[in-house]
């Protein structure tokens, strides 16, 4: 981690109304350091899901790509604070970069196990990618799916930043 | 305000009015502008007898309209009501079917013709400006998208920029090759993913690329009014226009659109969590 990368992704927080995640991560001062090992075991996951073509999670990146579309930006970073899990990370971007979403399941039993599984799929060719997670924190994720109807059938379409405040 | 700073780029000089050449043109669309209604409304009438004399079309009429529709998309603060009476104006105007006009887009067509195309460019814009807070520019807004013709919904949206993705995504669905264009540099694009949403302030997209070079070769064409959608975000809300809102395709495209944004679905808040462990 350089010390460059660390300042800007706070200020990429706190630019995009989230300074609630340093403030408040435990324990405290190691928000940073914590984000920036998720978005880079997420880099791993997307080059292990999706070969060399993966999405690479860097600081860069990120203050790139806010230049042209702030709003995705704004809600992949909503999504960094909203899932532990890189391969959440990873299906996020995804259905920011376009990704249909095909199908999501899940399933829970009180005190004993959750499960969310989502395939994603391209709308140009047939190309499904599948994203598990079993951990009940990524049910937040949900609250960001575009919800609209196509000849009266349900449909998840993009994934969306909340209002801060 | 870049209308006003691109008015140099039109050779104005070279361009007919009712009294001879158009220098003045520029002074007179910048002074439609001013806080100053005696300058608005003088600005008003040497326009208005100039490139529309007595409902007779000329030469400028045609290179006036992107500067109007332009100072309504930005919702300049002064003049819009006026700005709507010229287009209404323009619209009604009439000329002989022998009088030519080289277009933008290069092809030379009938002045009435042009007119007629360049002004529905701003359908979105006046449909929108119809649930205008100001009551004149509202009336006068539905007056000329009832001309014009064409239909449109808007909608309440928190952030323009997810709205605008949020039709995108919607409408792609239908219409999976969509091209996608950016309404004030013509710039286009195939693909959703290469689109920087942010940086667009009008967007058109067509049904395919076929629809594109349907709509390039004949721009006038009515029965092309099904193959493509206008989309105009704003601050506070999103409008998405159609020219043939009769046709059952392009309808579905805006009732899956006007779903989303009237439950206000980009609007959720997000909640401060509990203190979270790394």
Known sequence: MSSNSAEVLEKLLRDNELKWLIDWWLPPGQAIPALLGLLNAATKESRRLLGSSGPEFTVDMLVNESQQNAHKVKAFLQALGDTRKPEMLVMVWRILQGMRIQAIDMSYQERNHFRLRCVLNSPYENKPETYESSDIVDAMLLRHLGIMEMDNGPVFEGFYPLRSG | MQAVDNLSRIAWGEKAVASGKADKVPQALAGLLSPDEQVRN???????????????????????????????????????????????????????????????????IPLKAACTREVKKGLAVYIRDTKDADPLVKQKAKQLVDVVGG?????????????????????????????????LTGERVDRYESLSVGLLAEVLVYQNRQAVHEWDKHPSSPSLGNSVIRLLPAQGSMTAAVYEPADQSVRKILQSIELPLKIDMLNRPTETPERRAA
């Open chain 2, 42 to 108: 003088r600005s008003y009438w040497q326009l208005d007898n100039e490139v529309v004399l007595q409902s007779d079309l000329y030469e400028a009429a045609y290179f006036v309209i992107p500067f109007l529709v332009s100072f309504l998309r930005d919702h300049v603060p002064y003049g819009r009501d006026r700005v709507y009476d010229l287009l209404y104006e323009i619209t009604n105007g009439e000329a002989p079917p022998t009088v030519m006009c080289r277009t933008t887009e290069g092809d030379g």
């Open chain 2, 151 to 183: 239909e449109g919904i808007i909608c309440p949206a928190g952030s323009s920029d997810a709205a605008l993705d949020l039709c995108l995504r919607a409408i792609r669905r239908y219409w999976p090759q969509a091209v996608f264009e950016n309404a």
